[in-house]
């Protein structure tokens, strides 16, 4: 059975940080890109970053170059974004998702950042 389970996520001032980590199993998690997508009231969804299986190389959104970073660690099966200089913007219900033949999915994670 698969599974993506999202942790971390929180309330957190503006200008603060936060680490989201995404723990896989049932799936050979080395094999997959991974990434994390964010979905906010009222606008479209979002890739916020990506990663290749072996995580060196990576992709992320303009909004969020040079204040998120995200990275895994193949030995544990999981996948981080850690994430800097949080902006109310910011603020979205964020899911970690296996790129492969097939697309996995997290149950997602609430991020809110206050200003």
């Known amino acids: 059975q698969v599974q993506l389970v999202e942790s971390g996520g929180g309330l957190v001032q503006a200008g603060g940080s936060l680490r989201l980590s995404c723990a896989a199993s049932g799936f050979t998690f080395r094999s997959y890109a991974m990434g994390w997508f964010r979905q906010a009231p009222g606008k479209e969804g979002e890739v916020v970053a990506r990663c290749s299986w072996s995580g060196g190389s990576t992709y992320y959104t303009d909004s969020v170059k040079g204040r998120f970073t995200i990275s895994r660690d193949n030995a544990k099966n999981t996948v981080y974004l850690q ?25 997602g994670t609430q991020v809110t950042v206050s200003s």
């Open 83 to 107: 994430m800097n200089s949080l902006k109310p913007e910011d603020k979205a219900v964020y899911y970690c998702n296996a790129l492969g033949g097939i697309t996995y999915w997290g149950q």
